[in-house]
Nanobody
Framework: QVLLVESGGGLVQAGGSLRLSCAASGRPFSSSSMGWFRQAPGKEREFVSAILSGGETSYADSVKGRFTISRDNAKNTVYLQINSLKTEDTAVYYC????????????????????WGQGTQVTVSS
């Protein structure tokens, strides 16, 4: 059974930082790609960042230069360092894992990812 557990969310003032973590279990971690998505109230879930099994990273334009994704294969954990937070970053952040080495389709699409965590809330106050 695959299990993804996010943590690290919270309430932070604009300009602040957070580090989100996602601990994975149930399938080989180092041979899978990991992604972060977010969903704000009343909006669709959107792509934030991905780190592929080979280590390549990708970011949504809205977070480039502020967010950094990384992974620790020894700990089966993927991280999302979030700096210079803005109120528009307020959302539930979800971790996703591919079923194979790579997502089945475009990595910025939710349908390309097989497994999902329960999410962690990030709230940015002005």
């Amino acid at each position: 059974q695959v299990l993804l557990v996010e943590s690290g969310g919270g309430l932070v003032q604009a300009g602040g930082s957070l580090r989100l973590s996602c601990a994975a279990s149930g399938r080989p971690f180092s041979s899978s790609s990991m992604g972060w998505f977010r969903q704000a109230p009343g909006k669709e879930r959107e792509f934030v960042s991905a780190i592929l099994s080979g280590g390549e990273t990708s970011y949504a334009d809205s977070v480039k230069g502020r967010f950094t994704i990384s992974r620790d294969n020894a700990k089966n954990t993927v991280y999302l360092q979030i700096n210079s937070l803005k109120t528009e970053d307020t959302a539930v952040y979800y971790c996703a894992q591919s079923n194979g080495y790579y997502p089945v389709g475009d990595y910025d699409q939710t349908s390309s990812w097989r497994y999902w965590g329960q999410g962690t809330q990030v709230t940015v106050s002005s």
